[in-house]
Nanobody
Framework: QVQLVESGGGLVQAGGSLRLSCAAS???????MGWFRQAPGKEREFVAA????????YYTDSAKGRFTISRDNAKNMMYLQMDSLKAEDTAVYYC??????????????????WGQGTLVTVQA
């Protein structure tokens, strides 16, 4: 089973940017990938997903226009560029691998594999 490792979290001022990375232990080009987050005291929620080729993606309303998901299958890497960060974006961010190749597989069903998470703290 593929292993996922996130990096790039940290402390940033509101309005700033961060780029999260997710490294896969082996080739994952057949599967959709995505990002989820869990804020303190809240349930884990979906943020964004990208299909196997990188040509189609989907965002939750709060991420649209501010976050950009991308992937580099040659490097077994996925990214989340986060701009115009807000205090409410503070959370542990998790990357995830779907059971299928479409981003809808992450929207409609639980991921197959989770990373360990990386903390993003946005200071107001």
């Amino acid at each position: 089973q593929v292993q996922l490792v996130e990096s790039g979290g940290g402390l940033v001022q509101a309005g700033g940017s961060l780029r999260l990375s997710c490294a896969a232990s082996r080739a994952f080009s057949n599967y959709a990938m995505g990002w989820f987050r869990q804020a303190p005291g809240k349930e884990r929620e979906f943020v964004a997903a990208i299909n196997w080729s990188g040509h189609s993606s989907y965002y939750t309303d709060s991420a649209k226009g501010r976050f950009t998901i991308s992937r580099d299958n040659a490097k077994n890497m996925m990214y989340l560029q986060m701009d115009s960060l807000k205090a409410e974006d503070t959370a542990v961010y998790y990357c995830a691998s779907a059971r299928g190749s479409s981003w809808s597989d992450l929207v409609q069903a639980a991921p197959e594999v989770w990373g360990q998470g990386t903390l993003v703290t946005v200071q107001a």
